[in-house]
């Protein structure tokens, strides 16, 4: 249904912008028609073969922006991958009481939001050979129990030696320790509020005593963990924030959620043999997902009077890059632009357009449509 509903936008678009096109060619040969006025002018304008015509109003319904183009500070940037995790602090893991055979919670899966305490899955031994070790370390304690309460009143009575009492209490108090009244229940519980992010056991598994069966993480902080290759680790020194850029064009500015630089590891400890990891924490509360793997645009050193562009502003065809230049309010010319670094919101223009020119920041899809919609004859005019 999406794809439908975007080529059905597409499909419209083209059809307003073949109309504006045959509307303005049909005005401009009906006012070619007419003879100049008593002065001898024709109001009119000429368009150029490479200029693209849209008219204002067809711009404003289809919401392309302009700009000035100005110079400004810049932040030089680092591109690398990286990848979100919880951060250690925030994670719980869910443990089994006993041994046994483990049977998860109704409606228990990766991404569950839990309370603190409520039950994640529920083990036991019964029915397994060797049988249910808790129950029988329940028995013992309960046997200790009474042959302690047998004796201490005969302690204070002379009827029973000091040894013997302390024999008694030495036996319940092993037994005691055996007993894992969690273990007796089979409830393995939540440790604290947060997301499910990993399930280690499948339903019916046997676990052993104090074997993970969940992850619970509270995601009140997050961490970011970007790779730098080794060759450009001359850059960490300068690194200061970092924006995640995700497959949807979704960005996410670190410094907007509380995030700061914790610290980057030598290459030599590295896990990924070729690059050094750099560690940033953030607030849970970015829309961010643990787990997941983004780009990452390591933020360095600001540079003054660098001319720049939103990401959006640009187009690709065969490999180069351009930019939309509004040439008045109908015209728009297509130009070749070198670019330098991206920030992941906006990039670097090293050369093709200059201060003081309105270049489209939004929309250039429309414009560019526009152009692969009509090529405007030479010596077009649009007469008014």
Request: charged content about 15%; proline content about 6%; glycine content about 8%.
């Given at each position: 249904?999406?794809?439908?509903?975007?080529?059905?936008?597409?499909?419209?678009?083209?059809?307003?912008?073949?109309?504006?096109?045959?509307?303005?060619?049909s005005h401009s040969e009906s006012e070619h028609t007419e003879e100049a006025d008593e002065h001898g002018h024709e109001h009119g304008h000429e368009h150029g073969a490479d200029e693209i015509i849209l008219e204002p109003d067809d711009a404003e319904r289809l919401g392309v922006m302009v700009d000035t183009v100005r110079t400004a500070p810049f932040t030089e940037t680092l591109k690398v991958s990286g990848e979100i995790l919880p951060s250690s602090t925030d994670r719980g893991v869910v443990s089994a009481p006993t041994s046994g055979i483990v049977k998860l919670a109704a409606g228990i899966n990766p991404g569950s939001q839990v309370s603190a305490g409520q039950s994640i899955a529920t083990v036991t031994a019964r029915n397994i050979s060797g049988g249910d070790a808790n129950q029988a370390a329940k028995v013992a304690l309960d046997n200790a129990k009474r042959e302690l309460d047998r004796v201490t009143p005969l302690l204070a009575d002379g009827l029973v030696t000091r040894k013997e009492y302390n024999e008694a209490l030495s036996a319940y108090e092993s037994a005691k320790a055996a007993y894992s009244p969690a273990a007796a229940s089979g409830v393995a519980s939540a440790p604290r509020a947060g997301v499910i992010t990993s399930i280690n056991v499948g339903d019916g598994e046997y676990v052993e005593t104090g074997q993970i069966i969940a992850t619970v993480a509270a995601n009140s902080t997050l961490t970011l963990r970007a790779l730098v290759p080794s060759a450009q680790a001359g850059f960490l020194p300068r690194v200061s924030g970092a924006v995640m850029s995700f497959h949807n064009g979704n960005t996410v500015d670190i410094t907007d959620y509380s995030?700061?630089?914790?610290?980057?590891?030598?290459?030599?400890?590295?896990?990924?043999?070729?690059?050094?990891?750099v560690?940033?924490?953030?607030?849970?509360?970015?829309?961010?997902?643990?787990?997941?793997?983004?780009?990452?645009?390591?933020?360095?050193?600001?540079?003054?009077?660098?001319?720049?562009?939103?990401?959006?502003?640009?187009?690709?065809?065969?490999?180069?890059?351009?930019?939309?230049?509004?040439?008045?309010?109908?015209?728009?010319?297509k130009r070749p632009v070198s670019i330098g670094n991206s920030d992941g919101k906006r990039v670097e223009i090293k050369s093709g357009i200059e201060p003081g020119e309105i270049a489209v920041i939004k929309g250039s899809t429309f414009v560019r449509l526009a152009e692969q919609a009509t090529v405007a004859p030479e010596g077009h005019s649009h007469n008014h």
């Open positions: 249904m999406r794809s439908y509903n975007h080529r059905m936008k597409y499909f419209f678009v083209a059809s307003i912008l073949a109309l504006s096109m045959t509307a303005c060619h995030g700061r630089l914790l610290s980057s590891a030598p290459a030599s400890a590295s896990e990924t043999p070729g690059y050094v990891p560690y940033f924490s953030f607030s849970g509360t970015a829309p961010v997902i643990p787990g997941n793997a983004t780009e990452v645009y390591l933020k360095g050193a600001e540079r003054a009077d660098i001319i720049s562009l939103p990401v959006e502003a640009l187009v690709e065809q065969m490999g180069q890059k351009f930019v939309f230049i509004r040439e008045g309010e109908h015209a728009y010319e």
